[in-house]
């Protein structure tokens, strides 16, 4: 037995008569309802010249009334994305409701002088980054009748072993409200994934920007809608470099990812197929001027022809600032139902996006 039937009523058979004060007789009770003793003898004789089959008791939208159902117990999420980004940029606490940094943007520069020459001071110039906070939220509400009688379920399908929470798999049961809670933990982390990649807070104030947004035109290689080559790699990375940066991961579309596979296979030297990656996986890995360069393919990135692209990031300058990470909090019980919420409080910034490049506007 399972849910709140079996906490009550342990290992009874369904429809056992456990109270009767009166010493009523009862009836015979089927599935379909009430029926009298009476009228089970008047079928006996019908009942006992047929061959008992599956089609007994006529078809139902889940099958025959003699034959019980039996459900797969792992629920699967067809809807489900990777969120590698998310557990690879790193996290680091934000106090206030803005992510403020100062950056240099020009300095003066050393000079050269005679001997016992005049000396005069050059200026740098300073400045204040400011970002603000946004937040994230995912809703869920159950009922009380559904946590009753809903049975315990395996989410394998959900949150695969390895996967991108790193946290249940296939042996992990639970009621309704833990599987409620758990698929919206995982629609946040979708979320927060989602804005990582293509946020833009000046078409929705909402919003953080995200990698695209950020990056915008700067050291970009645009392919106008033309085949990737590899020299557009080394471009790319060559763009970065001279502006001070160091790119250590690439992310792209899946489409951009084969098109990458497929170039190396003429130059192998670009490609080590068994490299482990953070994330737990075998990806390509570049090797470029400035050293090896993992690349992740992102769920979250088109493949039509004209808008494939792919962005190589300088880690040391990427942070996702948070005032408050993931909390479960539970909300007003105004009726027969449990409704709770899930929350995050951050924003992306790219302190120097002039030490990163993208190729865009790949074609097919």
């Known amino acids: 037995m399972s849910g709140n039937y079996g906490v009550t009523f342990l290992d009874t058979p369904n429809h056992t008569i456990y109270s009767n004060p009166m010493g009523v007789a009862m009836k015979g009770v089927e599935y379909s309802g009430n029926i009298s003793l009476e009228s089970l003898r008047n079928k006996h004789k019908e009942i006992a010249m047929k061959a008992l089959s599956t089609t007994a008791g006529g078809a139902g939208t889940a099958g025959y009334a003699m034959v019980p159902i039996f459900v797969d117990p792992r629920v699967i999420d067809q809807t489900r994305k990777y969120t590698p980004l998310v557990e690879l940029i790193p996290r680091v606490t934000n106090q206030g409701m803005y992510a403020d940094y100062n950056v240099i943007t020009a300095k003066g520069g050393g000079v050269t002088a005679l001997e016992d020459a005049a000396l005069t001071e050059t200026d740098t110039t300073y400045d204040r980054a400011s970002t603000p906070i946004k937040f994230l939220y995912a809703v869920g509400r159950v009922t009380g009748p559904a946590i009753a009688a809903m049975p315990s ?10 996967g991108a929470t790193g946290a249940f798999n296939d042996q992990n049961a639970t009621n309704a409200k833990q599987m409620e809670v758990l698929v919206k933990t995982r629609e946040i982390r979708e979320l927060e994934e989602s804005l990582i990649i293509g946020g833009d807070a000046s078409t929705t104030a909402s919003e953080f920007s995200g990698i695209v947004k950020l990056l915008g035109t700067t050291n970009t290689v645009d ?24 790119p250590n991961l690439a992310v792209c579309s899946s489409g951009v990812f084969s098109d990458l596979l497929g170039l190396l296979t003429a130059k192998i030297g670009y490609l080590q197929s068994s490299e482990q990656v953070f994330w737990g996986f075998s990806t390509i890995v570049l090797n470029t001027m400035v050293g090896k360069i993992p690349v992740i393919p992102s769920m979250f990135l088109s493949n039509a022809s004209g808008s494939k692209a792919i962005y190589f990031l300088d880690m040391s300058v990427v942070e ?27 924003a992306l910034i790219i302190k120097a996006p002039s030490f990163c490049s993208s190729i865009t506007g790949i074609s097919a």
């Open 153 to 162: 379920w395996t989410l394998g399908g959900l949150f695969p072993a390895g």
């Open 223 to 246: 392919k106008a809608s033309t085949a990737l080559t590899l020299a557009d790699i080394d471009k790319a990375i060559q763009n970065a470099f001279d502006n001070g940066g160091r």
């Open 320 to 346: 996702m600032r948070v005032l408050q990470d993931l909390t479960y909090e539970d909300l007003a019980k105004t009726n027969d139902s449990e409704k709770f919420m899930l929350k995050i409080y951050e």
